[in-house]
């Protein structure tokens, strides 16, 4: 499985660029409700009374529902027709999604969304195996565009969350991305081509698949890399708007979203981590895109404004792109049975986000800024260390 297969055929055409952004904007649709909630926690902790760690667990309570439905989606989905579940699962996201606007308590709205990362996950994985089916050639760069949507979600989705909260209010504003997950919905069932899905190899044992993926090193690297990854990620971004809206910064929460502007260039360099892994694999990709992750969390301690603005922007171009990688190195190195080998990528990965998000608070809460940057710089050396280990997989036909 470490063995590097090369071929010496000609490459593919690459997608075209009206295929990339078209699932560039569903991965935007798909997870625009994930992200956006943060550029808003502190107006949803005055709104429901709480500290920090309190609102960031039950914000991103999302991935537990994620990490859930992603196995589930993964083992039972072998003979779903992609194109009509994705439709309904984005769906039926809006109701969770406009529910929130009218959550009386941190209890309920943590239920709703944990309920939105099921649906969530259901059309995130999915996703993910149609890419891996239709574009099984060219996984790498279908995948990279797809990130790059989510990329896109994070800035977007900020952007629009503070401006709307500032307007209509931080639990109001749900109901406009609920009117998002409907677009998707929409964009969905017209735009992707229904295909017959890849049949388990082993039918009515849905956990063998489960254990021949969990059997190979290679995938259980990948699906550390994920979980490590996003433990990071949410851990800083989480609790970076309640640093920034404290003095010495205390910015505003218009001034805040605008912040947020630092996702920017995630989205030019995150559509590159296809062609960038074909060319060096991902045991070269992953540490240096970490490494730079790395850098910005060492500059984000430091008092200025600009430090910290820069050292978030190189945070997120390393965090993206190493998830852009490792998303797509699963697609390549899984060996039949795609939706659950993504599947398990997936409830790792969003494991990641819930345990991010109460270990960092937790550090947050009780010892500082200082401490939660340390802890997500722990993950990251972790997953950077792991990703020396990956090996690029090309099949005889590529």
């Not at 995130?124 to 989510?150: D, P, S």
């Amino acid at each position: 499985m470490n063995q590097i297969a090369i071929s010496a055929v000609a490459p593919l055409p690459a997608l075209s660029p009206a295929r990339s952004l078209l699932i560039a904007v569903i991965g935007f649709l798909t997870l625009v409700d994930l992200f956006a909630t943060q550029a808003i926690l502190p107006s949803l902790a005055a709104e429901y009374g709480v500290i920090p760690s309190e609102i960031g667990v039950a914000a991103n309570s999302t991935t537990l529902g994620m990490a859930v439905a992603g196995l589930l989606v993964g083992a039972f989905s072998a003979n779903v027709e992609r194109k009509r579940a994705i439709t309904l699962s984005l769906l039926i996201l809006s109701v969770p999604t406009a529910l929130l606007a009218f959550a009386p308590n941190l209890t309920i709205f943590a239920l709703l969304r944990v309920t939105q990362g099921l649906f969530m996950a259901a059309a995130f994985t999915l996703t993910l195996t149609h890419l891996a089916e239709r574009c099984e050639h060219r996984t790498a760069t279908a995948l990279a565009a797809y990130v790059t949507g989510v990329v896109a979600s994070n800035l977007i989705g900020r952007l629009t969350a503070a401006f709307v909260a500032g307007l209509v209010g931080a639990t109001s504003s749900f109901l406009f991305f609920a009117a998002l997950n409907v677009a998707g919905a929409v964009l969905v069932a017209f735009a992707l081509t229904r295909n017959e899905p890849e049949a388990m190899t082993e039918h009515g044992r849905f956990w063998s698949a489960w254990a021949r993926h969990l059997a190979r090193p290679e995938l259980l690297r990948t699906f550390a890399i994920g979980f490590l990854i996003l433990f990071a990620f949410i851990g800083v971004f989480t609790y970076v708007g309640f640093v920034l809206m404290r003095p010495p910064h205390a910015l505003s929460m218009g001034a805040l979203g605008l912040v947020f502007l630092v996702f920017a260039p995630s989205m030019v360099t995150t559509p590159a981590a296809g062609r960038i892994t074909d060319r060096y694999g991902p045991g070269v990709t992953i540490p240096a895109s970490l490494g730079i992750a790395l850098a910005g969390l060492a500059l984000m301690v430091l008092p200025s404004l600009t430090f910290v603005i820069v050292g978030m922007t190189l945070v997120g171009i390393g965090t993206f792109f190493a998830q852009a990688v490792a998303t797509g190195h699963v697609g390549r190195v899984a060996e039949g049975d795609k939706a659950a080998a993504s599947g398990l990528y997936l409830s790792s990965y969003y494991c990641g986000g819930l345990f991010g998000a109460a270990i960092v608070g937790q550090l947050f809460d009780r010892f500082g800024w200082n401490a939660a940057v340390a802890g997500t710089s722990a993950a990251l050396g972790l997953a950077a260390w792991l990703g020396r280990k990956l090996r690029m997989k090309r099949k005889v036909h590529e």
